[in-house]
T-cell receptor
Framework: DQQVKQNSPSLSVQEGRISILNCDYT??????FLWYKKYPAEGPTFLIS?????DKNEDGRFTVFLNKSAKHLSLHIVPSQPGDSAVYFC????????????FGGGTRLMVKP | DVKVTQSSRYLVKRTGEKVFLECVQD?????MFWYRQDPGLGLRLIYF???????EKGDIPEGYSVSREKKERFSLILESASTNQTSMYLC????????????FGSGTRLTVV
């Protein structure tokens, strides 16, 4: 039973346009959400996070939106750059239930010059 | 910055060999994790540890064991390597507390022939 799902395995976007990566979750107890970025042959690196008390968090070109009623979050990258090409993992946690992140399956983003 | 170091970037082992993957973190984190990443399957948790000499099975522990004799070191052991254990192995650590955020190592690409 996959509690965090990224339904799009890949996404292709033109440089300069917006990239939107989506993530759905089923566990209503999740209260903290993160996005990680992974280049080939490297470990994932933390990108941005959001607490369930917020519906938006912005950091430069990256914005994460959270819709709790729909159990959906999205990562917006504006403008997209070729260096953003990577695999993006969505992750979630219930901070009252241990120190564990639950990861989605990942979305491979390709930004074309 | 927290650093998580995995001893090997690339390994090639023969079927049936006993394989040790080492992971060391330098920020006194309580929690350590081993994942494997395979195309289309995302990050799957193998084992984790919340304390020295403590270990818990993750989602796919079969064929693996772990050792945590010191707080900073978490070793993954493939008792008898098989070709289906060819994968990217990722170690992560995190501190305790209210915000769960992993720091990952660079990964070990293991090929079993």
């Amino acid at each position: 039973d996959q509690q965090v799902k990224q339904n799009s395995p890949s996404l292709s976007v033109q440089e300069g346009r917006i990239s939107i990566l989506n993530c759905d979750y089923t566990n209503s107890m999740f209260d903290y959400f993160l996005w990680y970025k992974k280049y080939p042959a490297e470990g994932p690196t933390f990108l941005i996070s959001i607490s369930s008390i917020k519906d938006k968090n912005e950091d430069g070109r990256f914005t994460v939106f959270l819709n709790k009623s729909a159990k959906h979050l999205s990562l917006h990258i504006v403008p997209s750059q070729p260096g953003d090409s990577a695999v993006y993992f969505c992750a979630a946690s219930n901070n009252n239930a241990g120190n564990m992140l639950t990861f989605g399956g990942g979305t491979r983003l390709m930004v074309k010059p | 910055d927290v650093k998580v170091t995995q001893s090997s970037r690339y390994l090639v082992k023969r079927t049936g060999e006993k394989v040790f993957l080492e992971c060391v973190q330098d920020m006194d984190h309580e929690n350590m994790f081993w994942y494997r990443q395979d195309p289309g399957l995302g990050l799957r948790l193998i084992y984790f540890s919340y304390d020295v000499k403590m270990k818990e099975k993750g989602d796919i522990p079969e064929g693996y064991s772990v050792s945590r004799e010191k707080k900073e070191r978490f070793s993954l052991i493939l008792e008898s390597a098989s070709t289906n254990q060819t994968s990217m192995y990722l170690c992560a650590s995190s501190s305790g507390g209210n915000v769960i955020r992993y720091t990952f190592g660079s990964g070990t690409r293991l090929t079993v022939v």
